[in-house]
DNA sequence: ATGTCAAGAAAATCTTGA
């Protein structure tokens, strides 16, 4: 089964790429990111015509996330990351599809930081641990998947010293990812690429993607039980150089 | 500070978030 995980960046403004990209790709399970649509305007007639079934928490204007299945169906467990009754932010989804949980997520951006959003972004993290904590309970194979807004190690970053002051690269940020990690998920792409230098975001700026300025925050986590099912993985980078692209680029694993 | 995008409010550009 090949599982990914993309962020969009608007699900009907890219969609002749995101189109493209799973007629090529052809992942059984993709995990969607900031589809930047209301509820009502996913585009299902396009994701239907190309074999999948879709299951999506959408919100007008930004974030928005979904579960796209090629010929498998997709049964909803819950949407939205539990703990907080005023978060109405739709970041979260999660689904059985075969045997495999698969949690999509799009966890906060949390710039400028210090800030109430830095904060916002931190106690998202501390919510996703208690959630991600209750699913290791349950020891059947999980999958946590999506955009984390974290680089996990100076290995992640193009320029580590120009980042240590971000949201997405300060300490108390991965400090954050690592706990979540330690509780007993694997990363997928560092346990098959340990020493590489992998990413899957090139900002819109300054040719960073032309300069191959790039970061790596879009992850898989395995629960134990997934952990040694794992074939292979990548990054299908070239997807960041098409017309009308993401910013980020689909990354996937495949499982036995 | 800058740079590039898309969506939304509003009616051609500006604001917001990333």
């Given at each position: 089964m090949k599982i990914a995980t993309y962020n969009v960046n608007g699900v009907?403004?890219?969609l002749p790429v995101l189109l493209k990209w799973l007629k090529e790709a052809q992942p059984d399970v993709v995990c969607l990111q900031e589809l930047k649509a209301p509820q009502e305007k996913f585009p299902l007639e396009a994701i239907n015509d190309?074999?999948?079934?879709?299951?999506?928490?959408?919100q007008k204007s930004w974030n928005g996330v979904a579960i796209l299945a090629h010929n498998i169906e997709i049964?909803?467990?819950g949407r939205g990351l539990p703990g907080d009754e005023e978060d109405l932010q739709s970041r979260y989804?999660?689904?059985m599809v075969n045997d495999v949980l698969i949690c999509c997520l799009y966890l906060p951006n949390g710039n400028p930081a210090p800030g109430p959003k830095f904060d916002y972004k931190l106690k998202w993290f501390e919510r996703l641990k208690a959630r991600s904590a209750e699913l290791l309970k349950f020891n059947i194979p999980v999958v946590l998947a999506?955009?984390?807004n974290v680089m996990p190690t100076e290995l992640d970053v193009y320029k580590p010293e120009r980042w240590v002051k971000d949201a997405l690269f300060r300490p108390e940020t991965r400090e954050a990812f690592h706990s979540l990690v330690?509780?007993?998920?694997?990363d997928a792409?560092?346990?098959?690429?340990?020493d590489e230098r992998i990413y899957t975001f090139w900002d819109y700026f300054r040719n960073a993607y032309g300069r191959d300025a790039g970061l790596r925050i879009d992850h898989f986590?395995?629960?134990?039980?997934l952990e040694g099912r794992l074939k292979s993985a990548g990054v299908d980078r070239h997807v960041r150089g098409w017309e009308k692209t993401s910013d980020h680029a689909p990354v996937w694993i495949e499982i036995e």
């Open positions: 009907n403004g890219r190309a074999g999948y079934n879709a299951l999506w928490h959408g049964k909803e467990v989804i999660e689904a999506g955009d984390f330690a509780q007993g998920w694997t792409l560092r346990k098959l690429y340990p986590l395995l629960s134990p039980k």
